[in-house]
């Protein structure tokens, strides 16, 4: 691969990004999406959306850079939009679709998840009714909800704090760009 920088800050890497060293995220990234259970593709396809400055690919595009097929990336997409990854867009002007990652899509991830513990939380309160909160297995199930009980409290405030700091980093971005 070349050392030389993209011309123009393209979606690729952006203005003096070299592709070897973008290329070298995606894939690194990727693996770690891989190791924390998400598909090869989609993770891949992730990965490159992050790594581009607007976010914002075609189809074509991303099996260019991944060096896939369409039907690779469609699948890959398919799935991250199902889970809210990635939103799917038309191209101005034209019939393909573009995909999106956003910049609080990590926020909204989280937020969807905490749907999840909820229904968690009432799935296992069934369990330990239906076991009985003495039986060992009742035991087990019990200690489990009172972890996802935990976990729903600390998400809910620690939603809040990062709500708050993203605040003050933009405060702070707009006074250095004024200044």
Same mark, same amino acid.
């Given at each position: 691969m070349s050392e030389q920088p993209q011309q123009g800050g393209d979606k690729q890497g952006g203005e003096g990004r070299r592709d @070897?060293? +973008?290329?070298? &995220?995606?894939?690194? &990234?990727?693996? *770690?999406? +891989?190791?924390a259970g998400m598909q090869r593709m989609p993770s891949r396809v992730f990965a490159c959306l992050l790594a581009t400055d607007d976010g914002v690919l075609t189809s074509a595009e991303l099996g260019e850079r991944l060096q896939v097929s369409p039907a690779a990336v469609s699948g890959a997409v398919r799935y991250l939009a *199902? +889970?809210?990854?990635?939103?799917? @867009?038309? @191209?101005?002007?034209?019939? !393909?679709? !573009? #995909?999106?990652?956003?910049?609080? *899509?990590? #926020?909204?991830?989280l937020t969807r998840r905490d749907s999840i513990l909820t229904r968690w939380e009432a799935t296992l309160r069934d369990g330990v009714e239906s076991l009985g909160e003495t039986s060992l297995a009742g035991r087990r199930i019990s200690e489990s909800l009172a972890f996802m009980e935990f976990m729903q409290k600390e998400l809910s405030g620690m939603m809040e704090r990062w709500r708050e700091h993203v605040a003050e980093l933009r405060a702070e971005e707009s006074g250095a760009s004024r200044g």
């Open positions: @070897e060293a +973008v290329t070298t &995220f995606i894939e690194r &990234f990727a693996a *770690q999406l +891989v190791d *199902q +889970v809210g990854m990635l939103s799917r @867009e038309r @191209e101005p002007g034209s019939r !393909r679709d !573009r #995909y999106r990652v956003h910049s609080d *899509q990590w #926020y909204d991830a």
